[in-house]
Protein backbone atom coordinates (compact mmCIF):
# COMPACT_ATOMS: atom_id res chain seq x y z
CA UNK A 1 0.00 0.00 0.00
CA UNK A 2 1.81 3.44 -1.26
CA UNK A 3 1.98 5.93 1.83
CA UNK A 4 0.38 9.61 0.68
CA UNK A 5 4.29 10.81 0.13
CA UNK A 6 4.40 8.61 -3.08
CA UNK A 7 6.25 9.50 -6.43
CA UNK A 8 3.57 11.35 -8.12
CA UNK A 9 1.81 12.68 -4.38
CA UNK A 10 4.14 15.25 -3.83
CA UNK A 11 3.97 16.67 -7.11
CA UNK A 12 0.25 16.74 -7.40
CA UNK A 13 0.08 18.09 -3.43
CA UNK A 14 2.76 21.01 -4.20
CA UNK A 15 1.04 21.81 -7.17
CA UNK A 16 -2.28 21.91 -5.13
CA UNK A 17 -1.16 23.42 -2.55
CA UNK A 18 1.02 26.16 -4.47
CA UNK A 19 -1.91 26.96 -6.55
CA UNK A 20 -3.82 27.72 -3.07
CA UNK A 21 -1.63 29.95 -1.68
CA UNK A 22 -1.49 31.61 -4.86
CA UNK A 23 -5.30 32.64 -4.60
CA UNK A 24 -4.79 33.42 -1.06
CA UNK A 25 -2.57 35.84 -1.78
CA UNK A 26 -4.41 37.18 -4.84
CA UNK A 27 -7.66 37.61 -2.79
CA UNK A 28 -5.42 39.30 0.21
CA UNK A 29 -3.81 41.86 -2.52
CA UNK A 30 -7.13 42.88 -3.52
CA UNK A 31 -8.92 43.23 -0.35
CA UNK A 32 -5.66 45.22 0.05
CA UNK A 33 -5.83 47.59 -2.56
CA UNK A 34 -10.00 48.04 -2.27
CA UNK A 35 -9.62 48.97 1.70
CA UNK A 36 -6.46 51.37 0.49
CA UNK A 37 -8.92 53.18 -2.36
CA UNK A 38 -11.49 55.82 -0.35
CA UNK A 39 -15.53 54.55 -0.68
CA UNK A 40 -17.65 56.59 -2.53
CA UNK A 41 -19.97 55.67 0.08
CA UNK A 42 -17.69 56.81 3.11
CA UNK A 43 -16.91 60.86 3.10
CA UNK A 44 -13.68 62.32 4.25
CA UNK A 45 -13.67 63.19 7.52
CA UNK A 46 -12.53 66.60 8.05
CA UNK A 47 -9.35 67.17 10.63
CA UNK A 48 -8.59 69.85 12.17
CA UNK A 49 -5.33 71.15 11.77
CA UNK A 50 -3.97 69.82 15.52
CA UNK A 51 -5.57 66.53 14.43
CA UNK A 52 -4.07 66.94 10.25
CA UNK A 53 -0.51 67.65 12.25
CA UNK A 54 -0.53 64.18 14.93
CA UNK A 55 -1.61 62.67 12.02
CA UNK A 56 1.29 63.49 9.93
CA UNK A 57 3.39 64.11 12.76
CA UNK A 58 4.43 67.30 12.20
CA UNK A 59 3.79 70.70 14.27
CA UNK A 60 1.23 72.87 13.57
CA UNK A 61 3.61 75.70 11.62
CA UNK A 62 4.91 72.96 9.31
CA UNK A 63 1.34 71.56 8.95
CA UNK A 64 0.43 75.50 7.94
CA UNK A 65 3.70 75.96 5.71
CA UNK A 66 2.47 73.14 4.10
CA UNK A 67 -1.20 74.13 3.29
CA UNK A 68 0.51 77.63 1.94
CA UNK A 69 2.74 75.81 -0.39
CA UNK A 70 -0.05 73.88 -1.69
CA UNK A 71 1.29 70.54 -0.72
CA UNK A 72 -1.83 69.60 1.23
CA UNK A 73 -5.51 70.25 0.21
CA UNK A 74 -7.68 72.02 2.94
CA UNK A 75 -11.53 73.57 2.92
CA UNK A 76 -12.80 76.53 4.62
CA UNK A 77 -15.43 75.72 7.13
CA UNK A 78 -16.75 79.46 8.23
CA UNK A 79 -14.00 80.42 9.65
CA UNK A 80 -12.07 77.11 10.37
CA UNK A 81 -9.75 75.65 7.96
CA UNK A 82 -9.93 71.76 7.95
CA UNK A 83 -8.04 68.95 6.45
CA UNK A 84 -9.66 65.81 4.69
CA UNK A 85 -8.89 62.82 5.58
CA UNK A 86 -7.93 61.85 2.13
CA UNK A 87 -5.19 64.73 2.04
CA UNK A 88 -3.54 62.87 4.58
CA UNK A 89 -3.52 59.93 2.49
CA UNK A 90 -2.23 61.81 -0.56
CA UNK A 91 0.44 63.16 1.58
CA UNK A 92 1.70 59.88 3.24
CA UNK A 93 1.69 58.01 -0.37
CA UNK A 94 4.09 60.46 -1.61
CA UNK A 95 6.14 60.17 1.13
CA UNK A 96 5.91 56.72 0.64
Known amino acids: MP ?3 STNEPDLMSDRLHAAVMELVEALR ?3 VVG ?3 S ?3 PDRLLSIAQAARAL ?3 RT ?3 SEIWAGRIRTVKVG ?3 LVPS ?3 GEVASRQG
Open 86 to 88: SAI
Open 40 to 42: ERE
Open 57 to 59: GIG
Open 79 to 81: RRR
Open 3 to 5: DAW
Open 30 to 32: DEI
Open 62 to 64: ALY
Open 36 to 38: ARP
